[in-house]
């Protein structure tokens, strides 16, 4: 993404660990913008006339995902998504004024919001209210986050949906739902559809469905 004003242009890089925003200038010189233990997931542009660079990043777990806003100095930030659960995707509009924001989690269908650049909300665009109530119908029980340390001293993160009237002195079949291949992970607080109604229905029939993130 090049900057119109400034010979730079901004990029995301892993050079520290995790995946971070960077300004390089055409004489060779690099700025970090963002730092931390956590990865920028998507950089979603840049007000130029108030040096503001607008961002998704995983910052408060691997499975969540959050708009930001900071200086291109580094300094400023600020979360602009407001949930304390869920996944945020935001489309900008021309000029960085507003965005249009898409937020789900683990439990609830999408809500899509109109926002100012600031983050104040305008207006609803569709809040699935009918499926809502639909959903309620079904007494489904919670997918439930949760991280554990294996024998190798490694952390992973998980999810988990009980049975209804759940009993920890019983034991219960298991259904391990995996993915073990790159470039995904599947341990997200956001909406399933299909797969979490299917989920749904095993805890229905007795069972508890997990589900781990492979280091």
């Given at each position: 993404m090049?900057?119109d004003?400034q010979?730079?242009?901004?990029r995301?890089?892993?050079k520290?660990?995790?995946?971070?925003?960077?300004i390089d200038?055409?004489?060779?010189?690099?700025k970090?913008?963002t730092?931390?233990?956590?990865?920028?997931?998507?950089?979603?542009?840049?007000?130029?006339?108030n040096n503001?660079i607008?961002?998704?990043?995983?910052?408060?777990?691997?499975?969540?995902?959050?708009?930001?806003?900071i200086?291109?100095?580094?300094s400023?930030?600020?979360?602009?998504?407001?949930?304390?659960?869920g996944?945020?995707?935001?489309?900008f509009?021309?000029?960085?004024k507003?965005y249009?924001?898409?937020w789900?989690?683990?439990?609830?269908?999408?809500?899509v919001?109109?926002?100012?650049?600031?983050g104040?909300?305008?207006?609803?665009?569709?809040?699935?209210?009918?499926?809502?109530t639909?959903l309620?119908?079904?007494?489904?029980?919670?997918k439930e986050?949760?991280?554990f340390?294996t024998?190798?001293?490694?952390g992973l993160?998980a999810?988990?949906?009980?049975?209804?009237?759940?009993d920890?002195n019983?034991k219960y079949?298991?259904l391990?739902?995996?993915?073990?291949?790159p470039?995904?992970?599947?341990?997200?607080?956001t909406?399933?559809?299909?797969?979490?109604i299917?989920?749904?229905?095993?805890?229905q029939?007795?069972?508890?469905?997990?589900?781990?993130?492979?280091?």
């Amino acid at each position: 993404m090049f900057l119109d004003k400034q010979d730079a242009f901004i990029r995301t890089s892993e050079k520290d660990g995790f995946n971070h925003i960077y300004i390089d200038d055409f004489n060779g010189n690099t700025k970090q913008v963002t730092k931390g233990n956590f990865d920028v997931v998507d950089c979603k542009g840049i007000d130029e006339k108030n040096n503001l660079i607008y961002y998704i990043a995983a910052e408060e777990g691997a499975h969540r995902k959050d708009l930001y806003v900071i200086k291109t100095d580094g300094s400023g930030k600020k979360k602009l998504s407001t949930r304390s659960t869920g996944t945020n995707k935001a489309e900008f509009s021309a000029g960085m004024k507003y965005y249009i924001n898409y937020w789900d989690d683990a439990n609830t269908p999408l809500h899509v919001t109109l926002h100012l650049a600031n983050g104040k909300e305008i207006k609803v665009l569709e809040d699935n209210k009918e499926l809502n109530t639909t959903l309620k119908q079904f007494n489904l029980s919670k997918k439930e986050f949760f991280k554990f340390t294996t024998s190798e001293n490694v952390g992973l993160n998980a999810w988990m949906i009980k049975p209804k009237n759940f009993d920890a002195n019983k034991k219960y079949p298991v259904l391990l739902f995996v993915y073990g291949g790159p470039g995904n992970n599947e341990v997200i607080d956001t909406w399933e559809a299909q797969q979490y109604i299917w989920h749904q229905m095993l805890a229905q029939k007795g069972y508890l469905v997990v589900c781990v993130d492979p280091r």
